[in-house]
């Protein structure tokens, strides 16, 4: 194109999609000067946080290298916007820090020591260990442990095929409390709100700005605010999202369940119930049997309003620290929004809380009450939204069962009580031989890290520790592999959210092999073409398996039989090429329509939207052979329901064990917990009658996130680092005059573990009596470990155990310009970093969800004579002990379940054995 075709052609949004090949625009960093590139356009998808926005990689036809990333306009999640973290993909993909090569430890576990290895010696060492370990039965010794995670099953079916218990998660560091009083009501474990359309939207948590699927969420947001929507924020602090909302509610922490049933009692008090969808859909039935009540709709109505009379407003406010009348206002827009009330709640006061999971029962209740589930505008199950391909061959679940993963404690768990590895294998519960951390770094994101590094350091317990990384994080120091992983323009991966009321993919894809293959080059390994020798993350897996089962005698091998070419071993590509051919319906008819494979048309487009508005998916007409018990108003089959018979039409109603929405959790019953069967208030740990204010005791909110960064991944970018660099301690004017401190001044944070040094900022944007601090922020590397790491934003400390299980983490030296092939980090400016809070948390599992409760109780006061800012101090006896006073609270399943299970067999795992692994080992 020459210049003057490029003046006189029209400005586009966006580069057509027919363009994509060949397409030139000037350098937006050359200017003044008019200087033309020419790109060739992938789509990807991003990698930073779960939301699987549609990203574009521009790759300059000149040199190969990729020059930017922006949004995909045609993905349906994002349609192409992003937050600053999609774009930012390019600082992660130019990163000097970033780890090219594999590399092997050199010197003692932790020493920090490490040199380059091939991929041939990794694949044949790992292989080996766990070839051995199925060999010799020690099924649950091989571990898979993810932090950001990938598409769903693809691990899965790896670990299956080996045989192996070996799934761990961070979900107890994230949603499980949220998930368990979502699975409750409709089998489903979280919600998926349509914003867009709702009149009234409530979210406990800072959706429009760091919610959990952050950008499309937000964006869908404000749609609806558009269109005349209200929204109610209930947040802790004054966050970006609450500041934009008609409401802001801040009611102490570990209150939110309470106020929700305020919320119910006003509808109901009102006469602002759908009493209609209750009747056809709630199963008020064993509501009222469990209560030995008359089993007809009348009394249930009358039942239940007497149930939750108690929870006036005025009561509620002030348990609560709130006004009456703002209970009586939100209520009522509840209720005048009726199914158009959308709500979501996921990490947020659920994950910080002892019996946090009732926030998401309490406001699925609430949902239920006035008939927004499924609806225009309300909340679908989110299993409705979310899409799932089959791969082209699943293995048979495993037989086994690890007690490290699932401890019988916690038999309503959702999912692995990740978090307490170290103190399960400390306690002497068992031996991790191969261990695999992916994307996760649990010594600094998790609570008790210093617990990490004591087990981590013991070959005992873990034999050996792999990390499946793209950058160096704190835990690799502790590792014996750290094996580079590719980004977001460098690796595959399926992904499917529940971003609105449709259903998609996305296929995250490596730039440079479509690029190479597209110029016809065959690619047999995506590291040929990714920088340096960057695994494609599914080929390592595929490789890594052939290699434990060379021969096919462990039955493992024809798992990675290609469906294409019989006996050989399937590529990535087929391994693609087949689920779009069979498992997606609609895509091969889109694609021929252009034509194009259904792999071609994946490629080129990065996305396919499988279904748009859906709605009501419980109300699909049921068929097949049942019988229909009109009395109870179910569908039955061999005496089990299947479905719910509404207006003489049998429908398929919600996955749970009655079908309907489950207002008393026979479940909850049966597994020790009968005072928690219907919606209810649990007081927290950090409940007001729990502190001692006298003693200047105030609750820690360390659970919010910064919007623009994403926890431990994001140190390198530069942007993202320059962007947001320090996290200092929200503190109310009030608080921080009882101190004597001013914005800047040092002050202590006490927890029952240990304590940290930060800068206070005094702001009204936070609730009187609490301090909150984003967990964001903080990252370090050991003083005088030699490799270079996110030097974006990490400090070096020194790290030091002052006498033994007492440590003292202190900064030596700060962020600062340094020199790489990256002329930016020459002027980079900010000095912080931030401090590192978790390291001070000791963990405290919920009783019920096995949520770790990250709110913490704490003494603040100004820094003591000796202490620097960033200083953490830890005491890893008290973590121990900590940890036992909480195991006390669980009710185990040997001791308080019906009998025989560890745990219900209609709650999933992610990924789950036979039937029989569910029974004790003990039980008869
Ligand atoms: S919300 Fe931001 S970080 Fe998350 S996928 Fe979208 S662009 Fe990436």
């Not at 790109?39 to 300059?60: K, M, Q, R, S």
């Not at 990729?66 to 993905?75: R, T």
Request: glycine share 8%; hydrophobic share 35%; net charge neutral.
């Amino acid at each position: 194109m020459d210049q003057t075709t490029l003046r006189t052609t029209p400005l586009e949004n966006f580069p057509p999609p027919a363009q994509w090949d060949d397409w030139t625009e000037f350098d937006a960093r050359a200017w003044p000067r008019r200087v033309q590139r020419n790109y060739a356009l992938v789509p990807t998808i991003c990698f930073n946080c779960e939301a699987a926005c549609g990203l574009i990689a521009y790759v300059d036809k000149k040199d190969g290298k990729i020059q930017k990333v922006e949004g995909n306009p045609y993905h349906p999640g994002s349609r192409g916007r992003n937050c600053a973290k999609g774009p930012a993909t390019i600082n992660q993909v130019q990163d000097p820090d970033r780890i090219l090569y594999p590399m092997k430890r050199k010197g003692p576990r932790g020493s920090g020591e490490f040199e380059r290895t091939t991929w041939d010696e990794v694949l044949d060492t790992l292989a080996a260990r766990i070839r051995k370990a199925i060999v010799e039965g020690r099924l649950t010794e091989v571990m898979y442990h993810v932090g950001r995670p990938g598409h769903d099953g693809y691990v899965d079916r790896i670990l299956q095929s080996w045989g192996v218990d070996g799934h761990n998660s961070h979900t107890n560091v994230c949603s499980a409390a949220a998930r368990l009083g979502y699975v409750l009501w409709s089998g489903h474990d979280r919600p998926s709100p349509d914003y867009e359309n709702a009149t009234f939207t409530l979210l406990i948590s800072a959706h429009l700005e760091t919610g959990h699927y952050f950008n499309p969420h937000a964006q869908r947001i404000i749609d609806g605010k558009m269109k005349g929507g209200k929204l109610a924020v209930c947040d802790i602090r004054l966050s970006n999202t609450a500041s934009m909302a008609d409401y802001w509610l801040a009611p102490r922490p570990g209150t939110e369940a309470l106020m929700l049933l305020g919320f119910a009692h006003v509808l109901l008090r009102d006469g602002l119930v759908d009493w209609k969808f209750v009747e056809d859909w709630v199963d008020w039935r064993a509501y009222q049997r469990a209560r030995g009540r008359s089993v007809d709709f009348a009394s249930f109505r009358e039942d239940l309003a007497r149930d939750y009379a108690e929870a006036t407003p005025a009561r509620v406010a002030e348990a609560c620290g709130l006004e009456a009348s703002t209970i009586e206002n939100v209520a009522r827009e509840i209720g005048k929004a009726g199914a158009k009330f959308a709500s979501h709640v996921w990490r947020n006061s659920a994950a910080g809380n002892e019996g946090g999971w009732a926030v998401a029962r309490n406001l699925q209740f609430v949902s239920v009450l006035v008939g927004a589930v499924g609806s225009i505008g309300g909340t679908n199950p989110a299993g409705a939204n979310k899409f799932v391909p089959a791969p082209f061959q699943k293995p048979s679940p495993q037989q086994v069962w690890s007690e490290l993963l699932y401890p019988r404690e916690w038999p309503l768990a959702h999912h692995e009580l990740s978090f307490l590895l170290p103190h399960l294998l400390k306690s002497g519960r068992g031996r991790v031989d191969t261990y695999f951390t992916r994307v996760y770094n649990p010594v600094w994101t998790n609570p008790d890290g210093v617990v990490w590094i004591e087990a981590l350091s013991d070959e005992s317990l873990f034999g050996c520790h792999v990390v499946l990384s793209p950058t160096w994080n704190e835990t690799s120091r502790w590792a014996d592999y750290v094996l580079p992983m590719g980004h977001a323009t460098e690796r595959h991966d399926l992904m499917s959210q529940e971003t609105h009321a449709a259903t998609w993919i996305g296929f995250r894809q490596p730039v440079h092999r479509v690029l190479a293959e597209r110029q016809g080059k065959h690619v047999e390994w995506t590291w040929q073409v990714n920088p340096g020798e960057v695994w494609e993350e599914d080929e390592f897996w595929i490789a890594l398996s052939w290699r434990v089962d060379p021969d096919g005698s462990l039955g493992i091998r024809k798992h990675f039989e290609s469906p294409y070419r019989p006996g050989e071993r399937i590529t990535i590509t087929e391994y693609y090429r087949w689920i779009f051919e069979n498992s997606v319906p609609g895509l091969p008819e889109a694609a021929a329509k252009e034509n194009q494979t259904p792999l071609d048309y994946m490629q080129r487009h990065g996305c396919f939207l499988v279904q748009d508005n859906i709605y009501k998916t419980h109300e699909t007409e049921l068929k097949g052979e049942f019988a229909v018990d009109a009395e109870e108003g179910i569908a039955t089959k061999d005496g089990k329901p299947v479905g719910v018979v509404v207006d003489g039409v049998a429908r398929h109603g919600f996955p749970t064990q009655s079908k309907r929405l489950e207002i008393h959790s026979q479940t909850m019953a049966d597994w020790g917990w009968p005072e928690f069967t219907a919606p209810c208030y649990i007081e927290s740990h950090v409940d007001e009658k729990n502190l001692d204010r006298k003693n200047g005791e105030m609750v820690l909110v360390g659970t919010f996130r910064l919007p623009t960064l994403i926890h431990t991944r994001s140190a390198n970018s530069k942007w993202l680092s320059e962007l947001s660099n320090t996290n200092p301690v929200w503190i109310h004017p009030t608080d921080a005059t009882r101190l004597g401190v001013e914005t800047g001044d040092l002050i202590r944070v006490a927890t029952r573990t240990g304590h940290y040094v930060n800068a206070a900022w005094v702001t009204e944007g936070v609730r009187p009596g609490v301090v909150a601090c984003s967990h964001h922020l903080g990252r370090w590397k050991i003083h005088g470990d030699q490799r270079n790491q996110n030097r974006w934003q990490l400090h070096d400390v020194d790290f030091r155990q002052v006498e033994p299980g007492r440590y003292l983490v202190r900064r030596v030296k700060d962020v600062s310009s340094f020199e790489s092939a990256d002329k930016d980090s020459g002027k980079v400016w900010w000095h912080s970093g931030g401090v590192h809070q978790n390291f001070t948390f000791p963990v405290q599992p919920d009783p019920v969800s096995g949520m770790h409760c990250w709110h913490q109780k704490v003494t603040v006061t100004k820094a003591e004579p000796g202490d620097r800012y960033g200083d953490v101090f830890v005491d890893t006896n008290k973590s121990m002990e900590v940890f036992e006073e909480w195991l006390q609270k669980a009710r185990p399943a040997d001791s308080h379940g019906p009998g025989g299970l560890r745990r219900p067999l209609h709650f999933k795992r992610v990924c789950r054995p036979v039937d029989a692994a569910y029974r004790l080992p003990d039980a008869t």
